[in-house]
C-alpha cells in the first residue's frame, strides 16, 4: 500500500548544476503528472505520461526541463543550468486510469522534491 | 482555459467553529472539481471530488462541499474545525481536454485554541 514517493526530499543546487529529480508512482497507475509549486503557490502543471509516452509537455517552463518515464514506471525531472526561479517544490502525482478515464481519476499525489537554487 | 480562484490567503477559526472556505472557478462547461488539503512537508491529500449528480459532496474528515453552478463556485465547509485541521487548502479544477489540474493559490487555515 505504498504511495507516490519522491527522492531526493529536499535538493540544493548552484546556479547552472543539472539537477534530477525522482519520482514512484502507486504501482499499477498508468498516468503520472508533474507540478511547480512556488513558494505561497497553489502548484502548476508541468508534464504528464501515459505509461511511458509523454503526451503533454505544454507546462514545462523552458528547453532546460526536461522529463522521461522510460519504463512507464519510475519518472524523472530533469533541470538542466539551474537558475535562481527554478527553486520551487515539485510535487509528482499519479492516477490509475489513462486518456479518457483520467478526468475522474484521483490523482495521488508524493511529498515533493524542494529545490533550492543558490 | 480554466483558472480557480480562491479569494481568502488566510482564515482564522477558533476550533469547534464552523469553517467556510471559498472557491470560483473559470470554465464554460461543468468542470471537474476538488478540494486539496495540504500539510507543512506533506503532499496533497484528497478531500473531496465532484464530477456529476449530487451537488452536495461529502468527503473525508468531516468536510463537505456544494457545487453551484449559477455561482460557478465550489466552497468548501465543515460544522466544527479541530486543530489538526490547520492546514492549506487548494480548490483544483480539470476540464476542457486540459491533462493537468489547475489549481488555485489556496487559503491558509489558523485554528485558534
Known amino acids: 500500500g505504498a504511495g507516490v514517493s519522491q527522492s531526493p526530499r529536499y535538493k540544493v543546487a548552484k546556479r547552472g548544476q543539472d539537477v534530477a529529480l525522482r519520482c514512484d508512482p502507486i504501482s499499477g497507475h498508468v498516468s503520472l503528472f508533474w507540478y511547480q509549486q512556488a513558494l505561497g503557490q497553489g502548484p502548476e502543471f508541468l508534464t504528464y505520461f501515459q505509461n511511458e509516452a509523454q503526451l503533454d509537455k505544454s507546462g514545462l517552463p523552458s528547453d532546460r526541463f526536461f522529463a522521461e518515464r522510460p519504463e512507464g514506471s519510475v519518472s524523472t525531472l530533469k533541470i538542466q543550468r539551474t537558475q535562481q526561479e527554478d527553486s520551487a517544490v515539485y510535487l509528482c502525482a499519479s492516477s490509475l486510469g489513462g486518456t479518457g478515464y483520467w478526468g475522474e481519476e484521483t490523482q495521488y499525489f508524493g511529498p515533493g522534491t524542494r529545490l533550492l537554487v543558490l | 482555459a480554466q483558472s480557480v480562484t480562491q479569494p481568502d490567503i488566510h482564515i482564522t477559526v477558533s476550533e469547534g467553529a464552523s469553517l467556510e472556505l471559498r472557491c470560483n472557478y473559470s470554465?464554460?462547461?461543468?468542470?471537474?472539481l476538488f478540494w486539496y488539503v495540504q500539510s507543512p512537508g506533506q503532499g496533497l491529500q484528497l478531500l473531496l471530488k465532484?464530477?456529476?449528480?449530487?451537488?452536495l459532496v461529502q468527503g473525508i474528515k468531516g468536510f463537505e462541499a456544494e457545487f453551484k453552478r449559477s455561482q460557478s463556485s465550489f466552497n468548501l465547509r465543515k460544522p466544527s474545525v479541530h486543530w489538526s485541521d490547520a492546514a492549506e487548502y487548494f480548490c483544483?479544477?480539470?476540464?476542457?481536454?486540459?491533462?493537468?489540474?489547475?489549481f488555485g493559490k489556496g487559503t491558509h487555515l489558523i485554528i485558534q485554541p
Open positions: 470554465y464554460g462547461a461543468t468542470p471537474y
Open positions: 483544483a479544477v480539470k476540464g476542457g481536454g486540459a491533462d493537468g489540474l489547475t
Open positions: 465532484y464530477f456529476s449528480g449530487d451537488t
